[in-house]
Structures are given as C-alpha cells and as structure tokens.
C-alpha cells in the first residue's frame, strides 16, 4: 500500500493546477497551429521531462519529429449578419475545411439550418453550440457557423473576411522520455496523453483546452515527477502525441516508427479529458482486458478513491486506439461529470474543477506499480 500524507496532496495540487494555468495561457495560444503554439508546448513538456530527469526515449531526444498538413486561420476573422458583428468562438466559428473570403452578400435559406451565399460561396449554418477542429484540406467554400443565441432574426445578409493558410507538412512532434528500470529495464509499463489541441482562430481568439488535454498532461507530467523520484522494477515511458486532434495522428506515427519494441509494453494507459470525475471515470478497453479492468477496480474499491469507474469496451476515441490495435494491451480513461465545455473558447482552467486530480494520481500510481509486479 502507498502513502500519500496530506501536505504532499496539497503540494501535488498547487503543482497541477500551476500547470494547467500555464499549458491554457496565451502564451501557448491552444497549443495548435499558429503562434508557434504546438511548438512551445512541446519544447516546454520536454523542458519538465529534463527537469524530472527522464531520459529520452531514443537515447538522444525527447522529441520525435514528423508531419501532416493543417489548415490554419492566422489573421483576419470578421463576421456580421444582418449588420450585427459577431465575436469569433463566443458567437460563430469558421468551418475547420474552410478557405479564406472576403466579400459581402445575401442569403438565402435552404433549410432550418442553412444559408447561402452564393456569390462568395459562403454557407451559414446555426447551431446549438459551437464546438471547432482541425482540418487537413481546404473545401472550395467557406462555412460560417453562427450560435443561433447570437441572432434574434432570420439571416438575411453576411459580411465576412476571413484568412486562411493551407499548412502542407506542418511540422510536429511527439515528446518521449522515460525512467529507466531497475530490474527489467527492457520492459515497459507506458503512459500515454495528447498536448496538442485546436489552436487560434484568427489573431485574437485561441481554444485553451483545459479539459481537452492540458488536464492529460499534467496527470502524465505528474506522474512523470513521482515515478522519476520512485523508480519500479520495469521502466516506466511518458509519451506526450501530438496531431490527435487532426485524427490521431502523433500516435498513429509512433506505433508505425516505434521507439520501444511493442511486444516489450507490459500495458499502456492513455489519458485523455481529466478534468472532471464527480461521476468517476470510464475505462475504454475494460471488457477487451478483463483481468487488468478488475485489478483497477479493486485498488478503486478498496481505497475508496473514485465513487465509478465504468466499463467500456474498444473504441477508437483516443491514442490508444493504434497501440491497441497492434495487440498492446491498454486502456483509455477519462472522467465523467461536471463542465460540458469541449472544443470551445469556454474550456478554461478557471472553471476546470480538477477534484479527482489527487484521487485518480493515487489510483493510476497504484494500479501501475501492481502491474510491473
């Protein structure tokens, strides 16, 4: 049984939220695609890795470079209707495929839903909420989506300007390290989250992505600070994917260009959206590995750390998706509960509650070191 004292608790708790602040600032501008945003925040994890005393995963460097296309929205990002300017990410969003515009004209209604353009080859579209992603190409129109809270009337006129900046080979990188092991260094027991999220669109708005993933994160960097400090008898790899949100891509790469022999992972646990859990946490994979779900559970059970953990089986909704299906063993959790922002400006660590943060550590920490038994 581990022992956590209440001081090292509130300790852990300042260092957590501290980092998420940090990975939502400005400065990391949604840890996407223009800014230098993705770049920052993976020179930064690399940065704590050192810190930690990980080492790298391919003996030289934490990161592990390479690449896919992005459609970016770097400058202008102006929308009225009917006269009214709307505010990007509170009021409207570009369509991710979208390609840049610059014109004003009527619409015309196709259904409930739908307003055209067709000058400018723009399509509104209102919704109930606005939720943005990434796009590796560009579609020959523009969409707006407009928040259908954000007007009182029919649309009947649109003035738009709008860049966009068609990123082929945008430059990424997954960020591996790990703490060696001091009995069978060669296995490995891995904890998997993605840094990267939506980025900016436009010059003055960026998505934060507290939840989505800076909580991940700094559960991994977490753990990454413990286990550097504890070292277990298997060594232990801390793989932080980017491109995940642009379709699993960081860690798509990294199981076709491994940096560990896959057949030497004991289990890998991916970690993904941890910002919540008042309703506990759901394990991804849980009916595929029975056995480990179980001991999960009983470490959970006894301890009293988590008032659920619910069962789910495979799904491909996360990077452990591609590791799972080269025969790794894995699971994927997240909580469940609490804020309902998701892909929005509104996922901030302000109103991040993080109050299973404590718990769910002592839970992954435990269910880890039982595993490299």
């Known amino acids: 049984m581990l022992l956590f004292t209440g001081a090292a608790n509130a300790q852990d708790s300042v260092f957590a939220r501290s980092l998420v602040d940090t990975l939502t600032s400005p400065y990391f501008w949604g840890r996407g695609y223009t800014n230098d945003g993705m770049g920052k925040a993976g020179r930064f994890i690399a940065g704590q890795y050192a810190a930690y005393g990980l080492l790298p995963l391919n003996g030289e460097r934490y990161d592990q470079p390479f690449t896919y296309n992005a459609n970016t929205f770097p400058g202008a990002m102006e929308v009225t209707v009917n006269g009214l300017s709307l505010i990007p990410g509170k009021d409207f969003i570009v369509g991710p495929q979208s390609r840049g515009v610059k014109g004003r004209g009527s619409l015309v209604k196709t259904d409930s839903i739908h307003y055209v353009d067709g000058a400018n080859r723009i399509v509104l579209t209102l919704q109930d909420k606005l939720t943005w992603s990434v796009e590796q190409e560009v579609a020959d129109f523009t969409e707006v989506q407009v928040d259908k809270k954000a007007l009182s009337g029919t649309p009947k006129t649109i003035k738009a300007e709008i860049e966009n900046n068609f990123i082929k080979d945008f430059p990424a990188a997954n960020i591996c390290g790990y703490v060696k092991g001091t009995a069978q260094p060669d296995s490995f027991f891995v904890f998997t989250a993605h840094y990267d999220h939506l980025g900016g669109m436009g010059s003055k708005t960026y998505f934060p992505g507290a939840n989505d993933n800076a909580s991940g994160i700094t559960q991994l960097l977490s753990l990454a600070r413990y286990f550097a400090i504890h070292p277990q008898r298997y060594s232990i790899a801390f793989i932080c994917f980017s491109g995940e949100e642009a379709g699993l891509l960081g860690s798509q790469y990294f199981a076709q260009h491994t940096l560990i022999p896959l057949d ?110």
């Open 264 to 373: 030497k992972i004991r289990f890998l646990l991916n970690m993904d959206i941890l910002g919540t859990g008042e309703e506990g946490i759901t394990a991804v994979n849980a009916t595929v590995y029975p056995k480990e779900f179980a001991m999960l559970k009983k470490i959970n059970d006894e301890n009293h750390y988590l008032v659920k953990i619910a069962s789910r089986g495979k799904a491909a909704n996360s990077d452990h998706y591609w590791f799972t299906e080269k025969g790794v063993p894995a699971f994927f959790i997240y909580t469940m509960g609490g804020i309902k922002a998701y892909h929005d400006v509104f996922d901030i660590s302000r109103t991040l509650p993080m109050n299973e943060y404590s718990h769910l550590f002592k839970l992954l920490v435990e269910f880890s070191t039982e595993m490299m038994k």
